[in-house]
């Protein structure tokens, strides 16, 4: 099970790990934990991840396939979309509404994020729903949680209960507790300080998808009224702009930073086929892909590999040359994720067996 080859490319190494008769779903990004030993994921059922309906959050041991039962959540609340930090073991992910009720069920702006540290977890950040407003809490829901570089900090994208016009925006966590008190029943304490970078309004009318740039900054995709969709950097100061005047394409995608600092997205090309650019700091784009077939997922960049998936294939570009090569065989591969190891030796991914979605690794 642990060891099997794809005949049309005997060079390449791809793995089942997971077995279990139940969804498994990656996140797009920090599924790998820092030692390269584990992968991390939950178990909504919808294979596209789309139902958030997963109860609880394991990860598998890539050599063996072992599976470890995390955390279980309780009281009718649901759990997924875990990431692990880069320079510890701790992991964050989303938590639903213990007891929901009809006028507060899961939903955006209804949902947390919470730590996980050594078989505890802790809620990350603070809610408080009545004025005054406690300072370093929010008032809605947090999602796609990704700890920075160094692992201080927490990025995450929001959705206001209050005023749902602020929909959605881009935020961050800092250690530092906050309490909140008890004067609304969704009120809670949390672990972290946080703060909101962008608003949206003129410029904007969502800010999400974001990624680290580096501990001081992120990139985020800035959706206009029109649809069009720009790639902005905000600092911590909540210092922003737009980098590149070319929109993004494709699938929903996540901007992902190289080693260089430059920053590969998804942009249509000439003849409309979407493909892997590079932005650097200041602005310039160089279409790094030049490939008859779309990219259909999120991509991951380590060192010189950019992973993605084209035509249900888990395939590399070279970082530097644009050169795309396939790892498995034509379709299969759920467009969803696809995400390096820290060393770049392996390339996680999902792909249905059975009618589940099962985890996968290849070599790269």
């Not at 995450?156 to 309490?179: A, Q």
């Amino acid at each position: 099970l642990f060891s099997s080859c794809l005949p049309c490319y005997p060079d390449r190494m791809e793995r089942q790990l997971t077995t279990a008769a139940h969804g498994h779903i990656l996140t797009n990004t920090g599924v790998w934990t820092r030692d390269g030993r584990w992968i991390v994921y939950d178990v909504r059922s919808d294979p596209a991840g789309s139902v958030f309906d997963g109860t609880r959050i394991e990860r598998v041991d890539v050599a063996t396939g072992r599976v470890e039962v995390l955390y279980e959540s309780r009281h009718g609340a649901c759990c997924g979309v875990v990431t692990a930090s880069p320079a510890d073991d701790r992991l964050v992910f989303i938590l639903g509404p213990e007891h929901p009720t009809p006028d507060w069920n899961y939903g955006p702006a209804h949902r947390q994020g919470v730590l996980w540290e050594s078989g505890r977890v802790y809620p990350l950040e603070a809610r408080d729903l009545v004025p005054p407003f406690t300072p370093g809490s929010l008032q809605g829901g947090t999602h796609l949680h990704t700890f920075s570089p160094s692992g201080d900090l927490v990025a995450f994208t929001y959705d206001d209960h209050l005023r749902p016009e602020w929909n959605r925006n881009v935020g961050i966590c800092e250690p530092g507790p906050v309490m909140v008190p008890a004067t609304h029943p969704r009120n809670h304490s949390g672990t972290h300080t946080a703060r909101l970078l962008t608003r949206t309004g003129t410029d904007y009318v969502r800010a999400s998808e974001e990624g680290w740039i580096d501990d001081s900054s992120l990139a985020f995709t800035a959706t206009q009224a029109d649809g069009r969709r720009e790639l902005w950097r905000v600092t911590l100061d909540g210092r922003q702009g737009r980098l590149c005047s070319q929109p993004l394409a494709g699938p929903r995608h996540w901007p992902r930073v190289g080693p260089e600092g430059d920053i590969a997205v998804l942009m249509a090309d000439e003849a409309g086929v979407v493909q892997i650019a590079r932005v650097d700091p200041e602005g310039g784009v160089r279409m790094l892909t030049r490939e008859p077939e779309p990219v259909e997922s999120a991509i991951s960049w380590v060192g010189d590999r950019i992973a993605h998936v084209r035509a249900g294939q888990v395939c590399l570009a070279d970082a530097r040359t644009g050169h795309v090569r396939a790892l498995t065989a034509a379709g299969g591969a759920r467009p969803e994720a696809c995400v390096l190891s820290p060393d770049g030796a392996w390339v996680a991914f999902v792909r249905p067996v059975a009618g589940f979605n099962q985890v996968f690794v290849v070599s790269s």
